[in-house]
């Protein structure tokens, strides 16, 4: 059961465990105040029984949430009770459902730095929300940038996602209409590329058509780009296709290459235009999608 639940929430163990006890805090320190807040207003068995039910009512709906978020937030999961209020609030009809918002996922499997910033981005956005992190990699830095923002992750296994139905039924549930990998390392299945035909989007440290396909990530594109002494290198956005790298560009944008560059440098210096323009960019292909149908 708790193993169900966790995997609803999207949390690690830990967290989940933390989670558990800020609702176990939250109990108990809402049954101990009620009794205290009654005494406090002198009732006792012999008062109104509405009045009674009242105060009670109003511990348990609004105290019991007001105290749950403190200790959300002293345990370091804010973002995790805020949702959960949000999402309370929204079931109850207080606040309106939420728009039709255009929902994103991110596939990432490594430090997931462009996840991250992709998620600060969407943050509070009016039209587009980041509701899922598909990882390949347990303890992968994605999961703690996902948690802290409140956002479930789906840790996802080789032999389902190549040789099963590679994960669409899940996505479909949490109705994702737009996919992104920020370093993701597996190839899509066909499948799945079918699925987001046009709305999946990838980001490539280097500008394509250079130093893409296969075997070209991370540090081999960087070392590759040193080694045939590059004065220019820079980040490439496009859609996917069924080819690595090789679906239809979006936006690039270049940097220098310095003499004494090394990979790292070089590295350090192609994240810093990623964190920039992926997500404005992302933003930009889904509004023009969006406005044409
Ligand atoms: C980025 O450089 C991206 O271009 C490539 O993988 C790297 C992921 O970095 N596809 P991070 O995990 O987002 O920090």
Known sequence: MFKRLQQKWGL???????????????????????RYVTRW????????????????LFMLLIGYQVILLSFGALLGQWAFFWKYEVKLLRKLRILPPE???????????????????????????????????????????????????GIPVL???????????AYLEVLRQHRI??????GFLW?????????YE???INIHPALLPSYGGKGMYGEHVHKAVLAAGEKESGITIHLVNEHFDEG????????????NDTPQTLAARIHELEHRHFAPAIEKAILAANSKS
Not at 12 to 34: D, E, M, P, R
Not at 177 to 182: D, N, Q
């Open 99 to 149: 728009a039709n918002k255009t929902l994103l996922a991110i596939f990432a499997s490594g430090a997931g730095s462009n996840a991250r910033r992709i998620m600060e981005y969407y943050h509070g956005h009016a039209t587009i929300s980041v509701a899922l992190v598909v990882c390949n990699k347990s303890g992968a830095g994605v999961v703690q940038h996902a948690e802290k923002w």
């Open 248 to 259: 239809e560009i979006l936006f690039q944008a270049s940097c220098p290459v310095e003499p």
């Open 187 to 195: 190839k899509v299945p066909d499948q799945l590329v079918a699925a």
């Open 198 to 200: 046009r709305k999946m």
């Open 12 to 34: 690690s163990t830990k967290t989940f465990w933390i989670v558990f006890l800020a609702f176990g805090l939250t109990g108990t320190t809402t049954a101990f105040l009620t």
């Open 155 to 165: 840790m996802i296994e080789k032999e389902r996602f190549f040789h099963g139905d």
């Open 177 to 182: 209409s737009w996919v992104v990998l920020a």
């Open 41 to 56: 207003l002198g009732m006792d068995a012999n008062s109104e029984w509405y009045f009674r039910l009242g105060v009670r």
